[in-house]
């Protein structure tokens, strides 16, 4: 009796414990948003006094589209295009051992610790500071873009492929192994049947991000649709600026129709 006793009220401490710290945290978080809401000047209502008659002022100078330039947006198209794909095939090829190297149990502690580091120092720079990095380095043109996706895509990816290749089941491969099977031939049977759907399905997101990216880097030179967009609204072209986005919106809606496709053929071959 004394020892469900002492269960009980060992549990009812450990809820009450547990209620006072989302408490905190929750006064806490409650905190910082107040004062990050007062250092924007966010609650400040004057500031929003313009707001909607600027952007209504805004639309009207937009409206209606211009497309009379239209023929001269297939490059910049393109070259928006190329830089998402090569910029996601590129960090996936150099995701793919990293994010091996750091799941854990997969290769020795030093080495797993320092890939990590790797990886978190890589993400933690935003692809836009990649791509001021990689104008510097080799000039205006698509190529910075490529680079910039491709370095930060390459720690993203290899984040997410570590958590992937960390919840593998082993029973399939250590049977493999104990048959004499190559370690080819494990990682084809045994584990790429496992991984390769959601690889896939992060791999597809990350391009439709990566999408959207290479417009933002078309601003500080890397070229396509983002350098048109800029140059448009530095010239108070709004009609021509309306009709880049609206470009650039029915481009991203087709990638990420084509993108759940592919997860659909990939969902339906794993469940067949």
């Known amino acids: 009796m004394s020892t469900a006793l002492a269960r009980r009220q060992a549990l009812l401490k450990a809820t009450a414990q547990r209620a006072w710290l989302s408490r905190l945290a929750l006064l806490l978080g409650l905190g910082v948003v107040l004062l990050a809401t007062q250092y924007t000047g966010a609650l400040d209502a004057e500031r929003y006094r313009e707001l909607l008659p600027t952007l209504w002022t805004l639309a009207g100078d937009a409206w209606p589209p211009a497309f009379e330039r239209w023929e001269h947006w297939s490059k910049p198209l393109l070259d928006t295009l190329t830089m998402s794909v090569a910029g996601t095939v590129g960090g996936i090829l150099a995701a793919l051992p990293l994010g091996a190297l750091a799941a854990s149990g997969q290769a020795p502690a030093p080495l797993r610790q320092s890939v990590l580091l790797l990886l978190n120092s890589i993400r933690s720079i935003p692809s836009l500071v990649w791509g001021i990095l990689f104008v510097a380095a080799v000039g205006f043109g698509p190529l910075p873009g490529v680079l910039a996706l491709a370095t930060h895509s390459t720690g993203m990816l290899g984040k997410f492929f ?5 919840h593998v089941d082993r029973a399939p491969v250590d049977a493999l192994r104990s048959q004499g099977v190559p370690v080819l031939g494990v990682l084809r049977f045994g584990v790429l049947p496992q991984v390769l759907p959601r690889l896939v399905d992060v ?39 309306l009709a880049l986005i609206a470009v650039l919106l029915a481009l991203v809606s087709l990638v990420n129709l084509l993108g759940a496709q592919i997860r659909r053929r990939f969902l339906d071959h794993t469940t067949a």
Request: hydrophobic share 50%; net charge negative; charged share 20%.
């Open 162 to 166: 570590a958590e992937i290749f960390e």
């Open 203 to 241: 791999a597809l997101y990350r391009w439709e991000h990566n999408i959207r990216a290479a417009t933002t880097l078309g601003a500080i030179g890397a070229g396509g649709l983002g350098l048109e967009i800029v140059t448009a609204f530095h010239l108070f072209e709004y009609r021509e600026a």
